[in-house]
């Protein structure tokens, strides 16, 4: 495996007496797209909430980029290259398209409450080229004709695209993705599949949670699968699919056909 | 007639200095979905602390240190930040209701406060010994309060170009980022915390500006000024003018001024002698069904929030809000 981005250590989580998390160890590869599979309740999204600082893990202890990063918060982790999507999208609704991408890169001058009135050339000007830079973002994603509408408008799919476009401004080295594809219609998805495949060319590293079989059998390697808060399995999409233990038990009928 | 314009006169100041009380809430509710529930403690923390730096001596109570007046008010707009600053602290993890019940705490505090502490702030008495400034050149009359009326338009207004500018520029899209999802807004690297607190001081300092205006325009403050009542009726200007939008905030303080001076005017000239002794009571309810109405039939407000495209300054408005 080429050298870990991100690593995890026992990490275990607890919600009063329910263990949603149960001492789960690996090492992302840099540059691999990972699928995170696993029934529902099997503690997918928990982890990713430990792993982007939303959750404080009740045990354990994540590196990224070889640091100990285990009880920073999100905003904190999103600075040092970690972002994520959700599952049920979080638009910021009332705000336009355009909006809720140029709200996403770090270090805004005028982020400050003074900004506008002590230094407005260097705020516009920097304001000019995150318009930009979002723009390009959102024709990345297919988004740009949405960028003067409401967030709370668009389509659930749409959602999950900006979600990432949002993501993508702040340049993060590792994406988290909870179930980018679940509601997405199929064109939409063949869209989300290219533009992780070609950002994954450009470097970036995914971890992915979905339930889409062929999704993960075709673009995810390796992958991971989650049962009750445990790693019981860790491979390629070939051995998964090899594995007869871990299809009867979560996957089922679903890759037969 | 000269009695009319001195009534509008005197009218306009009242409406246009609770105007900037609202464009503060507008700032915290309207802007960043902060829910404060104690107006009123910020606004008397700038009437008290204009008061006492710009009163003339006295024995009964603190003051008397007679400060040049623009020094004065912005002091009272320092005691009511430095307020907000204390509050803000300690109730950085309470939000929405839990947040509106920690302030309206707060307010009710900050009246027994004012009401006991006899030495700072004279106690049920109130704050005396304060004199207007440049009263000596200016006399007491019409002159004076329409003087004094343009010195708060002009106030009303920067402060109005202020809070525009703000919300316009990428520190608005921050707050209203906060407002919509913090949890999204933390994921992408900002510091909810940090940007919560920061908007609650600039708020409350513009309703020490308020307060202080208020203050000096009468001359006197006492605990009576800063009964609860005065929250809900600046809530009240904000739900019906429309949160999100300065200029609703602005509407519904004159809209709401107007109609909580009708009513007591209506009221005691019209309804039968024993009903009257209940005037007050009675715009209390009044008030209250406004907020009840606005909240159920048109939740936006008169002037509802424009979508912010970008911060290019086109603005486009949005039809279906919640």
Request: net charge neutral.
């Amino acid at each position: 495996m080429a050298e870990a981005i991100l690593g995890l250590q026992a990490i275990t989580r607890d919600f009063d007496s329910f263990r949603a998390v149960d001492s789960v160890s690996f090492d992302i590869g840099r540059g691999s797209i990972t699928g995170l599979i696993g029934p529902n309740g099997a503690g997918k999204t928990t982890l990713f909430n430990v792993l982007a600082g939303l959750l404080p893990p009740t045990s354990g202890s994540v590196q990224l980029n070889g640091q100990d990063v285990t009880r920073l918060s999100p905003n904190r982790l999103f600075g040092r290259g970690l972002g994520r999507t959700f599952q049920i999208p979080r638009p910021f609704a009332k705000m336009s398209v355009l909006e809720n991408v140029m709200l996403a890169p770090l270090a805004q001058m005028g982020e400050r409450w003074f900004g506008p009135f002590l230094h407005a050339d260097k705020v516009s000007l920097q304001e000019k080229a995150i318009r930009e830079k979002a723009m390009d973002v959102l024709e990345f994603v297919t988004l740009d004709k949405l960028a003067d509408h409401a967030a709370g408008q668009i389509s659930g799919g749409q959602m999950k695209l900006l979600e990432l476009a949002r993501v993508l401004m702040g340049d993060p080295e590792l994406i988290l993705l909870d179930e980018p594809a679940a509601g997405v219609n199929p064109t939409l998805t063949g869209v989300l599949i290219e533009k992780i495949e070609e950002l994954n060319r450009r470097g970036k590293t995914f971890v992915i949670i979905e339930h889409d079989m062929d999704f993960v059998m075709q673009h995810c390697d390796p992958v991971i699968a989650l049962a009750e808060g445990k790693v019981v399995f860790q491979g390629t999409p070939e051995q998964a699919q090899a594995n007869t233990v871990l299809l009867d038990a979560y996957l089922g009928a679903q890759i037969d056909e | 007639m000269i009695g009319l314009i001195s009534y509008l006169i005197f009218f306009t100041t009242v409406a246009a200095i609770l105007s900037i009380a609202v464009l503060g809430l507008n700032l915290q509710w309207g802007n960043s979905g902060l829910f404060n529930g104690g107006v009123v403690a910020f606004f008397g923390a700038g009437a008290y602390g204009t008061l006492i730096l710009g009163g003339t001596a006295q024995s009964a109570h603190l003051g008397g240190f007679e400060l040049f007046y623009p020094l004065a008010l912005i002091g009272g707009m320092m005691c009511a930040g430095l307020m907000a600053w204390v509050v803000g602290k300690l109730t950085i993890r309470l939000r929405h209701d839990y947040l509106a019940i920690a302030t309206f705490g707060v307010a009710v505090a900050f009246e027994n406060l004012m009401r006991n502490a006899e030495g700072l702030s004279g106690g049920a008495q109130g704050l005396r010994g304060f004199e207007r400034p440049l009263h000596a050149w200016l006399g007491d009359g019409f002159t004076y309060n329409a003087i004094f009326l343009v010195f708060v338009l002009i106030l009303l207004i920067a402060t109005y170009r202020f809070l525009e500018l703000l919300i316009r520029s990428p520190y608005g899209r921050l707050l209203r980022a906060i407002r919509e999802d913090e949890t999204a807004a933390q994921s992408l690297g900002k510091d909810p915390a940090k940007i919560r607190l920061a908007s609650l001081i600039i708020g409350s300092v513009i309703m020490g500006l308020s307060g202080g205006l208020y203050a000096t325009f009468y001359a006197f403050i006492s605990p009576q000024d800063i009964l609860p009542i005065l929250t809900f009726q600046i809530w009240a200007m904000l739900i019906v003018g429309g949160a999100g939008n300065n200029k609703g905030a602005v509407a519904g303080a004159f809209l709401i001024w107007a109609a909580w001076t009708a009513s007591g005017w209506g009221l005691s000239r019209f309804a039968p002698l024993e009903m009257q002794l209940y005037t007050g009571s009675i715009q209390f309810i009044l008030i209250g069904l406004v907020i009840v109405g606005m909240l159920l039939w048109r939740p936006q407000g008169l002037f509802p929030e424009k979508l912010v495209i970008s911060q290019s300054g086109r603005a486009k408005h949005v039809k279906n809000r919640e």
